[in-house]
């Protein structure tokens, strides 16, 4: 399965926007970009996914690159409950399973 | 709707003891994933389940775990006997079936091996 690279953490300041960048340079046609965050003592929970064109919901943004060679979840206020592990994950079409990497480490700053 | 519910959500055990974990899916869910996940890492898939069918069991280590999904609803993971090594969170997670759906995650169960 494709790989990505993400940096192992971050940090941003409350109510600021949050980029996110995911590289997944390996990508195949039919891989879809799906982002999951996990809180302190929780289990992963799904935040946003995409093919091609930028997606948004309520939770987030995500950005991907024309090439599909990267990506980038878009926090667009940071509050204090968005600091967590997230992971940028490429899922394939071979049984929808998820690879999970050491993804970035959020800290918001109040 | 209710979530994924796991139990126990702590476990100490010793070395070469037997421990079990229980997993209770969201309703209708027909796949359910077992994964492990190392302080510090990100979860790994031990099991997949098709309802009550193993789909993949690749990764999950056969001369000490099993697990099983009893009329493809809840589902059980059992190490016997536990190493040190095998201290991590055991998650438990399912989705509808279709492949590019959301996974739900459980809380997960916290195993301490002494």
């Known amino acids: 399965d494709a790989k990505t690279t993400q940096p192992n953490s971050m940090e941003s300041n409350e109510e600021e926007p949050v980029h996110l960048p995911c590289n997944h340079s390996?990508?195949?046609?039919?891989?879809?970009i799906h982002w999951y965050r996990q809180l302190p003592s929780q289990g992963p929970e799904y935040v946003i996914h995409g093919l091609t064109s930028n997606v948004n919901n309520r939770m987030a943004s995500l950005a991907i690159a024309e090439d599909r060679k990267s990506s980038t979840l878009i926090l667009h206020r940071a509050t204090l409950r968005d600091a967590a592990v997230y992971y940028c994950?490429?899922?394939?079409?071979?049984?929808?399973?998820?690879?999970f990497g050491r993804g970035t480490q959020l800290t918001v700053w109040p | 709707e209710a979530g994924v519910a796991q139990s126990p959500r702590y476990k100490i055990i010793e070395k070469r003891q037997s421990v079990a974990f229980w997993c209770n899916p969201i309703s209708g869910h027909a796949t359910l994933y077992w994964y492990q996940q190392i302080l510090g890492q990100g979860p790994k898939l031990l099991i997949q389940f098709q309802n009550n069918g193993v789909v993949d069991d690749s990764q999950l280590p056969k001369d000490r775990f099993s697990a099983e999904r009893l009329k493809g609803v809840d589902s059980t993971l059992k190490i016997q006997p536990a190493k040190l090594e095998d201290s991590a969170v055991y998650l438990c997670a399912s989705n509808t079936g279709q492949v590019y759906n959301e996974q739900f995650f459980g809380p997960g169960t916290r195993l301490t091996v002494l």
């Open positions: 390996t990508i195949s046609g039919t891989d879809y």
């Open positions: 994950i490429l899922r394939g079409s071979t049984l929808g399973r998820l690879y």
